[in-house]
């Protein structure tokens, strides 16, 4: 493994892939040797990645952490175009680029009863959050003593795909001992509908909102409803329930300075301003995203 740069904060690397496994249709999970970042980072953190030596795409694509080891750390990803159709070639030996950790991830503040919302891809970053908050493993060891107490006494993964084929790694949140809400649009598993229904009743069954925490990630018009949602569960009880968002606006640079990735969001004052999503994000609390 070279070091091609290292700047104050993250590595960039070429690294080797040490494994590549199905998870479900079209969606794998990809090993690669980087300790550096592997042990550095934190939940909902992320990676820039691309094929060592192409030219075509050129541009690291971002990738959520989806779990670590000392020496590893793997990405899930679903082939969509151009790097992702790259990705599924790779065989272990081969090597790709890899620059992080980058990105703010997920405030990880304690709670009773801790909800994360994923449609599509954006299951990826809550199997390591499911894992940390459990009190199962750490992230970011720097930051986190080995022994330290469980986040949360609860964690459910509200999950939304097309059809039962599209869900990657149950498995992997099972083992976790995550309780699973499953939703597809055909009905195939779980209920048929939409994800915000499945958190509809989650909130539903917690009408105090005691010790509730939100988090999501997924497509742009899932967010927006899961916040909607959220907000107006909040309008009506006396209870306010945390929400945090982790946005998946395309990237080129990933390092804040390309500000291809910028999204709209409310200042203090009301107003809104563009802020970069790889710099102070991806993570967004839920009522500060303004959505078009
Ligand atoms: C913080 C962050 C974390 C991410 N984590 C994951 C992950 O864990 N697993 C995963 O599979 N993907 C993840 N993504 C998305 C990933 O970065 C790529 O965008 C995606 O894999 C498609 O890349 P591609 O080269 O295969 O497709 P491309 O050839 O780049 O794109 C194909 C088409 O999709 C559009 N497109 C590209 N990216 C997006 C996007 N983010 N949202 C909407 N449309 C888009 C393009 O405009 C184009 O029309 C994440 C993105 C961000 C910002
Ligand atoms: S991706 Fe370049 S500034 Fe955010």
């Known amino acids: 493994m070279a070091e091609l740069s290292s700047c104050p904060g993250y590595h960039y690397r070429a690294a ?16 690669i040797q980087c300790p550096q970042i592997a042990r550095a980072i934190r939940v909902g953190q992320f990676v820039m990645v691309r094929v060592h030596g192409l030219q075509d795409p050129l541009l690291g694509r971002a990738f959520a952490i989806y779990d670590t080891d000392e020496d590893c750390l793997d990405i899930a990803y679903l082939v969509h175009g151009k790097m992702t159709h790259q990705f599924e070639l790779l065989r ?5 680029d890899i620059w992080g950790p980058l990105g703010n991830g997920f405030s990880m503040a304690p709670t009773d009863h801790l909800v994360m919302v994923a449609g599509g891809i954006g299951q990826t970053p809550f199997l390591a959050m499911a894992q940390h908050y459990l009190g199962r493993r750490r ?32 498995d992997d949140f099972r083992t976790a001992a995550v309780e699973l809400r499953l939703t597809t649009d055909d009905g195939s598993l779980g209920e048929k ?14 009408t105090r909102a005691d010790g509730l925490r939100v988090c999501a990630c997924g497509p742009e018009r899932m967010l927006a409803s899961v916040c909607e949602l959220v907000r107006s569960h909040n309008l009506n009880t006396d209870r306010r329930i945390p929400l945090e968002v982790s946005l998946e606006t395309p990237m080129a640079c990933g390092i804040g300075i390309c500000f291809s990735c910028v999204a709209k969001i409310r200042q203090l004052d009301g107003s809104w301003d563009y802020r970069r999503t790889c710099i102070e994000g991806p993570v967004f609390c839920g009522e500060a995203i303004v959505w078009d």
């Open 16 to 31: 080797q892939v040490v494994q590549q496994v199905s998870l479900g249709k079209d969606t794998y999970r990809l090993r």
């Open 139 to 170: 992230y970011g060891a720097a930051e986190m003593p080995a022994d330290a107490e469980p986040l949360a006494n609860r964690v459910t993964l509200c999950y939304g795909a097309r059809n039962a084929e599209y869900f990657a790694g149950l």
């Open 193 to 206: 509908g939409l994800v915000t229904d499945a958190l509809q009743r989650v909130l539903d069954e917690n």
């Open 92 to 96: 272990p030996g081969d090597q790709v």
